[in-house]
């Protein structure tokens, strides 16, 4: 065996080691006896000469301390327990110098996590279970700490720029190097200044701190934290640029007047040193309706300017760089403001309690769905009505869709009008013009202008909505549907049909469970297009031959579908998506912002079975990070307030 071969020729190493030692130390006590012998040999005439020198005798050591006895020769046990610690010492040694040249040391472990190497390489190695807040890996992380986060820009910019300084004597130097960063003119650059010793952002009061800026003692509390510093490229130089949102008014009007009086009394200093200024006086001025004041410094477009509009606190070192800054806000502010418009929304209560007033304050809705629950009787419900468009008038200045599943029965919200009749019960094309106008009328009077009918589904019985549909042939229903719309637009109200393409052939609610079927018949839909109706409203369903993987409503296959068969410029709304069978089968977000993004223009968010509010401020914010098309937002916005001048009329 090999194992066996190995082990003799261990063993017959060792003896020859043996026998070789022994050899070389019989030569060397033979070398020492003879220099043992010469050395006894000088003694000894040393001791005859004593005689001739008597008074040395005494001085003479003895003979027993002078001559050593000869080494004892060492038991073979001895002999072999020496050869076999320094066999395992030489072992020893070649193991020490393969851990020290060859094998990695660990280094004294730190807090770990998401850390960084001292090499900067990035480590992220699991943590040792039996020494918590350790790294299980042999790696030198630096101490765990956040990441220092970068508020988003209020405003756009080209770039961000993140210079890290660890004292805050640095920051004159850092400017001194952002002043020579390149720029678009024109552009906005954001600075975001870290200090690594503290791991955080340098706010705008330490800045003005070390430039000794004088400023008035609590100007800065009056303002939001997460505030934006920026450079402005224009042809004369950089500009600085400052603006944040006014977290308190109280007080803040009297802050920037004491301000501007000690300038005019005291002038400006930075760093230390008087600037000085054709006037002394700041003075006002207008740019697209907002004012704003300023001091001008030199002719070179540099100066002090400093606006306060919309919750929005604006300061620039020059006119051009304020005149970009109303600029970017009036525009941002003008899309946050319309954002809402893309909605028709349920909501609580029926009356307009503040707490509603606050909601539609913050959210700014496009429209408002009733539902049962708010609805009680007529004069209730006109004077909720009238409320809420006031409301809407004074805060957007464009008028609510106020929209509701008046079907006839089974389906009716509003239980106390007196028209009822259901689709199925509908016999002929005049009959229907009658309903619709008839319906239309009393709703109108109530103050609502949008009703979410007729259906149009070419359902067979067994199919989920069939009590609610025609029943009749294609055909029929293609012309029925159409006189009913045109009795409805007779009164002024405005169509949404529905499903499009259609619930067919679904046994379950597809509420509640994502269905996937085949494309059905569309004729019906193509004939009811002729009274043109104000808006379509698309199906949640997968339809295999259009799409196999998304909803009908996530669909741009879908969308163009449908406009291919019912027109480019007709307004598509989407069912409500606040039902189980997308809820359980995509993300929030996927939910509230793939239908815009497919090409619906409307989305409506009844709030059943999740919050308005989870649903709206999941979009506003896909919308703040771009994550949505603005000119995709925009041009929905556009035809729906094209819609809604209709209401004006």
């Known amino acids: ?128 279970a039996a020494c918590p807040g350790r790294c299980q890996l042999n790696c030198a992380c630096a101490p765990l700490l956040p990441p220092i986060e970068i508020p988003p820009p209020l405003i756009s910019v080209e770039k961000t720029i993140t210079p ?60 939001e934290e997460n505030s934006t510093l920026a450079l402005f490229s224009q042809k ?43 006037s002394p006086y700041f003075r006002t001025s207008f740019y697209q309706n907002v004012g704003f004041r300023y001091l001008i410094i030199s002719k070179e477009d540099l100066g002090i300017c400093y606006a306060w509009f919309d919750d929005y606190f604006v300061f620039t070192s020059s006119f051009e760089s304020m005149r970009k800054v109303i600029e970017e806000l009036k525009s941002k502010i003008s899309l946050e403001n319309k954002i809402g418009q893309l909605f028709i929304v349920g909501f609580e209560g029926k009356t307009l ?68 009749t259901g689709q199925s019960e509908i016999k002929d094309s005049q009959e229907a013009y009658q309903i619709g106008k008839k319906r239309g009328e009393e709703l109108k009077e109530l103050g609502v202008n949008l009703n979410l009918s007729p259906l149009l589904d070419d359902m067979k019985s067994g199919d989920f909505y069939f009590n609610r549909t025609f029943q009749k042939s294609p055909e029929l229903i293609g012309e029925l549907a159409k006189s009913l719309i045109l009795g409805q637009k007779e009164a002024g109200i405005l169509t949404a049909i529905k499903h499009f393409p259609g619930y067919v052939g679904i046994p379950f609610n597809p509420e509640n469970k994502l269905a996937e079927i085949s494309l059905p018949e569309i004729s019906q839909f193509k004939k009811a297009m002729e009274a043109k109706p104000d808006l379509v409203m698309a199906s949640n369903v997968i339809y295999k031959e259009i799409d196999p993987s998304l909803p009908f409503t996530f669909s741009s296959k879908g969308v163009q579908f449908l406009k291919s068969n019912l027109g480019e410029e007709v307004l598509i709304i989407s069912d409500d998506l606040s039902q189980n069978s997308l809820l359980r089968n995509f993300s929030l977000k996927e939910i509230i912002t793939k239908p815009l993004e497919a090409g619906v223009d409307i ?25 949505v098309s603005e000119e995709r937002i925009n041009e929905a916005i556009s035809r729906i307030i094209q819609l809604k001048q209709n209401l004006l009329k």
């Open 353 to 420: 309690t503040p707490q509603l007033e606050e909601f539609f304050k913050k959210y700014k809705p496009g429209g408002l769905l009733l539902l049962s629950k708010n609805i009680e009787s007529k004069e209730q419900l006109k004077n909720l009505i009238s409320g809420l468009q006031n409301l809407s008038s004074k805060e957007t200045g464009l008028p609510l869709f106020i929209a509701v599943d008046q079907e006839g029965e089974p389906l009716l919200r509003v239980g106390f009008l007196e028209e009822k």
């Open 603 to 627: 989305l409506i968010f009844s709030g059943y079975r999740l919050p308005v509010e989870q649903g709206l401020d999941t979009f506003f914010a896909a919308v703040k990070n771009k994550e």
């Open 236 to 278: 004369e130089g950089k500009r600085i640029v400052f603006l944040a949102k006014v977290k308190e008014e109280t007080g803040l009007k009297e802050l920037l007047k004491n301000w501007e009086e000690k300038i005019s009394k005291e002038g400006i200093f930075v760093s230390g040193k008087k600037i000085t200024t054709p």
């Open 164 to 223: 890290e300084i660890s004292k805050n004597e640095e920051i004159l130097e850092v400017f001194n190097q952002m002043m020579k960063e390149e720029l678009s003119e024109g552009n906005f650059a954001q600075i975001a200044i870290k200090n690594t010793t503290e791991n955080r952002l340098v706010s705008l009061e330490e800045i003005s701190q070390i430039y000794q800026v004088d400023v008035s003692e609590g100007f800065f509390q009056k303002l």
């Open 1 to 128: 065996m090999p194992e066996e071969n190995e082990k003799e020729k261990l063993e017959y190493l060792r003896r020859e080691e043996i026998r070789t030692m022994e050899k070389d130390i019989k030569k060397l006590r033979e070398i020492e006896a003879e220099r043992e012998r010469t050395r006894i040999s000088v003694l000894e005439a040393e001791a005859k000469k004593t005689k001739v020198m008597p008074h040395l005798k005494e001085e003479m050591p003895k003979k027993e301390t002078i001559l050593p006895e000869p080494p004892q020769k060492p038991p073979l046990t001895k002999k072999i327990l020496i050869r076999v610690g320094i066999f395992l010492f030489f072992i020893s040694l070649a193991g020490f110098s393969y851990w020290f040249l060859v094998i990695p040391k660990p280094l004294p472990p730190s807090v770990c996590g998401n850390g960084i190497l001292e090499s900067g390489e990035e480590c992220d190695p699991p943590q040792d």
